[in-house]
């Protein structure tokens, strides 16, 4: 029985060390390019040896840091959703600030048109019942549903009423989000949110 020679054991510590190292940065890369390639392909579209390759790493050991598409995804709608809380961990939706939060968030998806296409391209195949991020975009829509409702509060509006005008505000950002996509020169969402908040508020006087 052969036995471990006496220059492994002592590189052991050193590789273990330097994998310990190096770990994060590449799953770091490797969560930024699945975004990407996610967001232009969609999740059906991708495969894990296309980040791989996109990554410069082999299938194996990508295989290492994600164990399939499924856990690969979550990770990154996990990173996308503890970016978003880090942004407005400290902003409190109220009937005073409501308007400026929505031209602001509208303005945040400008800056980062990644993260705007990955949602446009995973709420539409989460159609599909099978799909792994259903449930995470099914909830989404139900938290924004819920968050955005104070935007509604003192405009005279009845409960029903304020839930439809939260439907349709999320559908018109929707919306407006795919034209910007398609032809970001002619859509500026902002100012047509702008528009939006402004005839809301000539119809609560």
């Not at 407006?176 to 020169?185: A, C, K, M, R, T």
Request: hydrophobic fraction near 45%; proline fraction near 4%; charge should be negative.
């Amino acid at each position: 029985m052969s036995t471990p020679c006496s220059a492994c054991i002592a590189e052991a510590p050193i590789m273990l060390a330097n994998m310990t190292t190096t770990a994060p940065s590449t799953r770091d890369r490797i969560l930024d390019t699945a975004l990407r390639v996610f967001a232009k392909t969609g999740y059906y579209g991708t495969s894990l040896r296309d980040i791989a390759a996109e990554c410069n790493l082999t299938h194996p050991a990508l295989l290492y840091h994600f164990g399939n598409k499924a856990d690969l995804l979550a990770a990154v709608l996990e990173r996308r959703d503890s970016l978003d809380l880090e942004r407005m961990q400290f902003a409190e939706i109220s009937a005073d600030n409501a308007d400026q939060m929505l031209i602001d968030l509208v303005m945040h998806n400008v800056s980062v048109p990644g993260l705007a296409q990955l949602h446009t391209q995973l709420a539409a195949e989460a159609t599909d019942p099978d799909h792994p991020a259903r449930a995470w975009v099914v909830n989404r829509y139900r938290a924004l549903h819920e968050r955005s409702k104070q935007a509604f509060i003192g405009r005279g509006l009845s409960e029903d009423q304020v839930d439809a005008e939260v439907s349709l505000m999320i559908a018109m950002i929707d919306g407006l989000q795919v034209q910007w996509l398609l032809d970001p020169e002619r859509v500026d969402m902002a100012a047509l949110i702008t528009h939006y908040l402004a005839r809301l508020a000539d119809r609560a006087h």
